[in-house]
């Protein structure tokens, strides 16, 4: 790979010779891909390619194996800034995280989240994200610019939202679906953008807008992304509301179908997963952030026996294609393989097409990209397997799900043209837009006014400390006589205390500690 440069991979057309090449029958050896016009021209066993393609010189790839780059199915560009302030919070962070942060973007603090957002998705080798809808109060075509000037393939969601839940106001659905044909009818002959409709959680929508959306979008080719089934709370309000759980709901109103691409969908009864096969629809399947922050893992590998058509995405979790699939493994043997003892839980094709193709289906790209086979989008990376993590190789699926990482991805390249090397766009400044980033994050996080449950995890740390020294205070008290205003008890909880990692409250006023990196206020609401 010595010889290997990026003025070798940046031509019109490339004929590149890999060890392997990751296709939908499997891993091929002694095969080589012409790449022309952003498209896979041809796919074939490299001495039928380079006698029938005699230009260009082929690049032969030691040591790489070329696979299709990973699709990310949930995204949310524009939350980058937020980053580990979500870190420990418990469920619904949207309403006191997400909401305020995308609400305190303007305009360029929008472009530079999002292209910060698409610039990480690139490096965890993402070619393709879904963008669920940002409540930036900026035009939408502001989050497309970032993503195409980064050189990623985007789902663009466009949120469709017309009823309060309680976080802003309701809109006039006229105008919401209006806008919504808009959208769908913008970015039609756009080589990375592709539009599609979003709806934040099923009540966040009128039943009446929920199913004009499901129709326009369904003639469109397009999808609607609705946050579903995620966390508790939000189904047990369904179910006071409409005594029906979310996805029920959304059947019931004629939104479940093949157009929707349901996130999460974590907490299912079997009747549902029923709802979901027979209806079409798609699921991301989202196992680090049901990690993070959700209170159940999709059953996913359900689903695949079902049939039931999902990809994996990241929520804005973090953007390692690589750790994702080891994520949606481990999350299922943890949930259900080891229960069952089902020590395959899916092998490691499952989870690697997932991340692909799979992805690709389910934000309504399966015709366009995911697949490395002619005529698909030239959306792929190079991998270099040439350390000892990937080797001695005896399943290239299963490795690359968990041992891949990152750091192995030589190239990453979007309709044909490179836009990474080694780590870095070839064609724009990637450093200084991650410097631009730092510099206006702190402002927009200040003027969000974000709410936060959970401490840093250095305050939480000083409270568990605080906490212990409390207890042991209290303990030496109750062994001499009582002074005037000792805690007469521990334990008992406190108006105001803040939970530590442990849980555990303390009645023992808090000492002073550091000031909280940005202080908990009351997030200012707005419609999501
Ligand atoms: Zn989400």
Redesign the pocket.
């Known amino acids: 790979m010595t010889d290997l440069t990026p003025d070798r991979l940046r031509q019109e057309a490339l004929l590149l010779v890999p060890d392997v090449t990751l296709t939908p029958e499997g891993p091929l050896e002694l095969h080589a891909v012409l790449v022309r016009d952003g498209v896979f021209h041809d796919v074939g066993p490299v001495e039928r390619m380079v006698r029938t393609y005699p230009a260009p010189t082929p690049v032969r790839l030691p040591g790489h194996v070329l696979m299709p780059g990973f699709v990310d199915a ?1 995204h ?1 560009l524009t939350q980058s800034f937020g980053g580990a302030l979500a870190f420990g919070e418990p469920s619904e962070i949207f309403r006191r995280v997400w909401v305020p942060l995308e609400r305190a973007l303007d305009e360029e603090s929008a472009y530079v989240a999002a292209k910060l957002a698409a610039l990480e998705s690139l490096r965890g080798g993402f070619t393709t994200v879904a963008e ?1 809808g940002t409540r930036a109060t900026v035009d939408v075509d502001v989050v497309a610019s970032a993503a195409r000037d980064a050189g990623i393939r985007c789902v663009l969601g466009l949120v469709c939202n017309d009823a309060s839940d309680g976080t802003g106001q309701d809109a006039d659905p006229r105008a919401v679906l209006a806008a919504a044909e808009r959208h769908l009818a913008h970015y039609g002959d756009d080589d990375l953008v592709r539009a599609s409709l979003a709806v934040s959680v099923p009540e966040a929508a009128t039943a009446p807008t929920l199913a004009a959306t499901a129709r326009l979008a369904a003639e469109a080719g397009a999808v609607v992304q609705i ?1 579903v089934n995620e966390h508790l709370v939000a189904v047990e309000r369904s179910l006071v509301r409409h005594g029906l759980r979310p996805l029920e709901y959304l059947h019931q109103v004629g939104a479940l179908g093949p157009q929707l691409l349901a ?2 969908a974590t907490l299912l009864t079997p009747a549902e997963v029923t709802l979901l096969a027979d209806g079409g629809a798609a699921v991301s399947y ?1 196992p680090v ?1 049901s990690a993070w922050k959700g209170n159940a893992v999709a059953p996913a590998t359900t689903f695949a026996e079902r049939g039931i058509r999902f990809g994996l995405g990241t ?2 979790t973090r953007g390692d294609g690589f750790r994702l699939a080891d994520a949606a493994e481990f999350a299922q043997r943890l949930t259900h393989g080891l229960a069952s003892g089902d020590s395959s839980c899916g092998a490691g094709w499952t989870w690697w097409e997932r991340a692909t193709a799979g992805g690709a289906d389910a934000v309504g790209l399966g015709a366009r990209t995911g697949r490395v086979a002619p005529g698909a989008a030239a959306d792929f990376l190079l991998v270099d397997v040439g350390g000892p993590e990937m080797q001695p190789s005896w399943d290239l699926p299963w490795e690359l799900v968990r041992r891949g990482n990152r750091d192995q991805l030589t190239a990453v390249f979007v309709a044909g043209r490179l836009r990474l090397w080694r780590g870095w766009p070839p064609d724009w400044d990637g450093p200084a837009l991650v410097r631009r980033a730092a510099e206006l994050a702190p402002r927009v996080v200040r003027r969000a006014g974000v709410t936060r449950a959970h401490p840093t995890s250095v305050a939480a740390r000083q409270r568990t400390a605080m906490s212990a020294r409390a207890a042991d205070q209290s303990h030496d008290a109750s062994e001499a006589p009582p002074t005037a205003g000792t805690p007469s008890r521990a334990g008992a909880p406190a108006a105001g205390s803040v939970g530590t990692p442990e849980g555990s409250l303390t009645t023992a006023p808090l000492p002073a500690g550091p000031t909280p990196a940005f202080p908990a206020v009351p997030c200012r609401g707005g419609r999501r």
Do not use: V
């Open positions: 949930h949310h669920s946050h996130a999460h989202n952030a929520d804005g």
